[in-house]
């Protein structure tokens, strides 16, 4: 009898059980983000935001999964204006009429972990934030749409570069998004830029956190001495989206829904 050959990457193809978890993962963490979203205004802080997403996470009986990542002191990442990801929650930071900010945050629910952002403006802002705050989140759709299975890696990385650079926006190249499962960043990497038909070949099980990050100015960025904060290198707004999804049989699931 031959021995069946396990397919190429077949530990990231999670069960059926696995999912159902997952599933569940992403639907309470999907709460947590909108109401957060809902919080944001004038007047309030970051860190007050901060302890809204842990209590709430504490309370659906599951874990912030930020809290302790390799020395994260918080539950969320707020990330105001040119700042691209990982801002630390701050009372000082307290938001203004105009600003945008990135809310990323992420949970374990019975083992598995799930993660997700979403940009808001805080009040009335620019037209050209409007349109950055929009595009990046049609970035992720384009991405998700991508997300098939018999895809490959690089049609999703192009399809997020493209709605980005048609709009005359540039994406982040020094952050990625990562596989999800038991661990927060799993393989793959998932680049926001690239070729089409180039890369891992999608499969259904496999579940990713898709995440296109996109700068008004240029794409380069650097780290404040806080060694956390991402800063758009020209110091020009910076927003972020993020899914975890379920590549199967029939396109992309999006776990971290309502
Ligand atoms: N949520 C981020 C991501 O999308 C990772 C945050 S790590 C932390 O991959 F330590 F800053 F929380
Ligand atoms: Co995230
Ligand atoms: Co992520």
């Not at 302790?68 to 930071?93: D, K, L, Q």
């Not at 349109?131 to 970035?139: N, P, S, V």
């Not at 070729?195 to 070949?201: C, F, K, M």
């Not at 990713?208 to 100015?217: F, Q």
């Amino acid at each position: 009898m031959i021995k069946a050959k396990p397919g190429q990457h077949a530990g990231l193809i999670k069960s059926r059980e696995e999912l159902d978890i997952m599933r569940d993962a992403g639907r309470k963490l999907a709460r947590v983000r909108e109401e957060l979203a809902k919080a944001v205004g004038p007047g309030i802080t970051t860190l007050d935001l901060d302890r809204q997403a842990r209590e709430m996470i504490e309370d659906m009986g599951a874990r912030p999964a930020f809290l302790g990542y390799r020395g994260y002191p918080a539950t969320i990442c707020a990330s105001v204006n040119e700042e691209v990801v990982h801002g630390i929650p701050s009372a000082g930071r307290k938001l203004n009429e105009g600003d945008l900010i990135s809310l990323d945050v992420g949970l374990i629910h019975e083992g598995f972990y799930s993660d997700t952002a979403i940009t808001v403006a805080v009040g009335q802002v620019t037209p050209e934030i409007e349109r950055l705050i929009g595009t990046t989140r049609e970035a992720l759709k384009a991405g998700i749409e991508a997300a098939r299975a018999g895809n490959r890696l690089g049609d999703v990385s192009a399809a997020i570069q493209n709605q980005v650079e048609s709009s005359g926006f540039s994406v982040v190249r020094e952050y990625t998004g990562h596989g999800i499962g038991r661990e927060m960043h799993e393989e793959p990497r998932i680049k926001n830029y690239g070729r089409p038909d180039s890369g891992l070949r999608l499969r259904a099980g496999m579940v990713l956190a898709l995440e296109p990050m996109v700068n008004i100015g240029v794409w380069n960025t650097r780290v404040l001495d806080d060694e956390w904060t991402v800063v758009t290198a020209d110091g020009k707004p910076s927003a972020h989206f993020e899914h975890t999804i379920a590549v199967t049989e029939n396109g992309a699931e999006i776990l971290t829904k309502v």
